[in-house]
């Protein structure tokens, strides 16, 4: 059944259509988004800027509309350095965990950048926010989860196009941080993100320029109608995706 909108409640198909201009910004945000880790200036934030960002985060999707996000503003130097320590402790716990040949590569790369940002943000998710039945998450509880996700790629690009770098920090461990933000037993810390103005910002991801990884041709990773499926190699889709290999340096 449709839902019953007012006239005034609906977009109209004109005004729907983005134009090659506006369609062209949201490209050259998308692609041109990066992890920042060490590129961050001390100025601040103005209040203004920030409002938005966090709005739009506010506008991700979410799972029956259970809206499950908080976001924490994090200023206190106190906390950071809390943080940061803890993130320097499991930082080393995580070089033993690869194979040697990779230790010095992992060591060379920078990984957070917690005190040089002005502000971190906390994103979290309350498992709880609207009660125990949730229309879309009767069956994959998870789905709350990959709600507070949708609200920090909102908010990173939202950030970048504002001209801000985000960068994520997962080095941490789970507990600790938990205890250092006072989180209740029903919040969960979805993303630690350290955010700021930059000196610049890098055209590559940071693992792909250190051949830490390279990206995987698009192609690679899509199949039809079941898991791998090579046979559709042949697909006219999949010759469109290696003709647009260039698409997103396009912006
Ligand atoms: C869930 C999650 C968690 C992390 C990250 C990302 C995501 C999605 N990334 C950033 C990651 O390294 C980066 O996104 C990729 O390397 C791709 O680069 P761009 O984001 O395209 O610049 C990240 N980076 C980092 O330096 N320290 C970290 O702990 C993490 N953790």
């Not at 698009?218 to 499926?229: A, H, I, M, N, Q």
């Amino acid at each position: 059944m449709e839902s019953k909108q007012l006239d005034s409640e609906i977009i109209q198909k004109n005004e729907a259509a983005f134009s090659e201009q506006e369609r062209h910004g949201f490209y050259k945000t998308l692609f041109n988004r990066r992890d920042v880790r060490g590129q961050f200036l001390p100025k601040q934030i103005p209040d203004d800027v920030l409002s938005r960002i966090l709005y739009a985060a506010h506008h991700a999707p979410s799972v029956g509309f259970m809206q499950p996000w908080n976001f924490m503003v994090i200023r206190s130097p106190e906390i950071k350095q809390k943080v940061q320590q803890d993130f320097a402790l499991a930082h080393q716990e995580a070089e033993l965990m690869f194979e040697e040949e990779k230790r010095d590569t992992y060591k060379s790369l920078k990984l957070e950048g917690i005190l040089e940002s002005p502000i971190n943000i906390c994103i979290t998710c309350d498992r709880e926010r609207t009660g125990p039945t949730v229309i879309g998450r009767t069956h994959m509880k998870e789905m709350d989860l990959y709600s507070s996700v949708c609200a920090v790629q909102n908010f990173w690009l939202a950030a970048r196009a504002e001209g801000l770098g985000v960068g994520w920090v997962s080095i941490l461990h789970h507990q600790t941080l938990r205890e250092t933000l006072k989180l209740p037993a029903n919040v969960v810390p979805i993303a630690y993100l350290c955010l700021g103005y930059v000196s610049k910002f890098f055209k590559k991801p940071e693992p792909e320029t250190a051949n830490w990884l390279p990206r995987t041709p698009l192609e690679e990773l899509v199949s039809f109608d079941s898991w791998g499926s090579d046979e559709h190699g042949d697909d006219p889709l999949i010759a469109q995706i290696k003709k647009d290999k260039n698409f997103p340096r396009a912006f």
